[in-house]
């Protein structure tokens, strides 16, 4: 009985929108351009500002990643990162402690480095202040950051800590979300994407209270970005 | 917090708004900021236009193959590991919230902002059967404890003051030690903060609404800048969704195509702070996120708007720039439309989905400006869906009879050209003469009831016929 119930609303919706739209749901030409639609999945309109050169790409993304509240560095390589953290950290009087996930690259950091740095693995249970994430990529035209979920980057290093540091190497900034779109569907395939992927423009905030924009609504107040090496 | 709909009391709602200081307050930032927001943004972006089509387009045919799409999501849903719900009516979609949260022994459940939440009035109905839910959108803990509905769709809490904000925390947050500062709003924020953290972290479900549902890949979206929405669902052993029937978009590149204008049209961003694509349940390996993954698609009267003249409205990606530009909305704000929609898609969807009986007067509370479309970035034809509501509200005669009366002897002299400018030109010479000095009139006999809450502008002098007539020779 309670297994049956979904099934008869579900007939009944979908009978009802074929009402409406005077269709069987069986005509082969509709089945076509859905089915068409799904596999091609044309592009609309792209902005002029996401189909930039990389370093104007880079420019873009930095300048409007700062629009949004987002702080950035740059370095050289990777090994630079451990010192662009510390420094983040000692600006703002933070503890000197991240916790990160297990991806690759992070793991390839020499953290050991910045010598008073304490590194910690795995998900946030709230009690941490900072995390180190590594981005997927980032869209230049609204300087956002792509993140995907899993072991990792655990989702949870994105919203529980008040600071969120973000590694991303400088030649996975696209113009435009169409070209990350793109390459999400290449590394995963459309049909078994992460659990979440999350596009991130800058720290959280709220406007809620006389419309007065604040940050660190219930996610991180800080957003600081580590852009690695050259477009 | 009931959600049982005032819309028929809809003028003295609007005497009561019009009389309320503090609202009236409270309302004046809607006019000046997202106004100006959403122009420099949209300025910014030269292709906002052709974009604006573009999301029409997707929207116009994704309702078009509506049946189909919904197949192929719920088919990528179930392949990821997901449960897809449907449900018919606001009672069946309680009922299945309801069961989730029973067979997971569920006591307290967090919920990201839904407007179908609100539609349904979930929260009064998980209360009722012993499970307590929690707003952690700021604004919409606001008005949860204020046993309120929100006055706005993004914006939940815009007709209140930082006083009454203040009042409220400290009459409901009463572990906290009464003499605190909350002399800005950050401090608030940071008390509300501390306050749902803990909840966060102890909630078994987690509720939020969808922006967006994906056929191509099943995933579910939610587009927010607190980053409630995301510790609502990442932190619990279940996430539902609750959402409806026309949340539906064929692609990935469709929804960059419609996020595009989202919230810029909404609260004048570029891009808001967070949009998170959702599939399924945590993955083998995966150290956070839901064990269960639940969606929810109601219908409610929307898929019979599909067969009729107000398919339009299904496109309504709920930005909230008709009611930042109407207005009536700056005049009387949400509450006074008497449900969970107000504003001009309130006015063309509350009949939908109550009954033009019971929300008939809100397609007349327009003054037909047509700003509403102007701004609308999915370009529903909102004033012409409002006369829509108009004529079927004259047809089945649900009209006062005063209003009837006034429109039969309109229609007596507008039938007679003759007889009807001999009769209203000595009115707009009279009134273009007293009218001269201000070009308006703060007061005018007969009409003081127009007259209290704005003023009357003065004729030019000569009818529009004798204007015409002059101007053509």
Redesign the interface.
Known sequence: MEEEAPMIARDLILASIRNALAVTGQEAPRRRIVAERLAAHPVGVVPARGTLAPRQRLALFARMLEDAAGTLASVDSVDDVPAAVGEFLRRHNLPLAVRRGEDPVLAAVPWASERTLEISIGASDGEQLTSVSRAFGAVAETGTLVLTSGRDNPTTLNFLPDNHIVVLDARDIVGDFETAIAQLREKFGAEALPRVVNMITGPSRSADIEQTLILGAHGPRRLHVIIVGEP | MSNAASSSRFKDNVRAALADAELQS?LK??EV?FIARRKEVADK???FE??RD?ARD?KN?TL?????????Y?Q?VT??GGH?????TAE?ARR?VL?LCRKLGAKTVTKGKSMVGEEIGINDFLEANGIVPVE????EY?IQIRHEMPSHII????H???AQ?EADFRRVHTHLPPDRSMAE??M??AEA?AV??EK??SADVGITGANFLI???G?SIIVT????G??TQ??PKAHIVLAS?EKLV?????V??I??VLARSA?G???????????????A?????PNEYHVI?L?NGR??????EFRDMLRCIRCGACMNHCPVYHAIGGHAYGWVYPGPMGAVLTPSLIGLDKAGNLPNASTFCGRCEEVCPVRIPLPKLMRHWREREFERHLSPATVRAGLKLWSFFARRPRLYGFATRPVAWLLALFGRGRGRFSWLPLVGGWTRHRDFPAPQGATFQGQWRKRRR
Do not use: C
């Open positions: 409270a930032f809607v900021n972006l030269p292709e052709a974009l573009s997707i045919h078009a193959h509506l049946d189909l799409y919904l197949e192929a719920e990528r392949a990821q897809v719900h449907y449900a018919v069946d299945i069961e952690t959108d700021l604004g606001i914006a939940p809490a815009v209140l003051t930082k904000v709003p950050e608030m924020l903060r749902l953290r966060f972290l056929a191509e890949t995933s800048n607190e980053g409630n995301d510790l990442t932190l029937i064929p692609t990935m590149e469709d960059a195509q996020l595009r609260t961003q570029e891009m808001s702070v967070y949009t998170t694509l959702s599939t399924g349940p945590r993955r390996g995966d150290p956070d996120g698609i219908d898929s019979a708007m599909l067969g009729g």
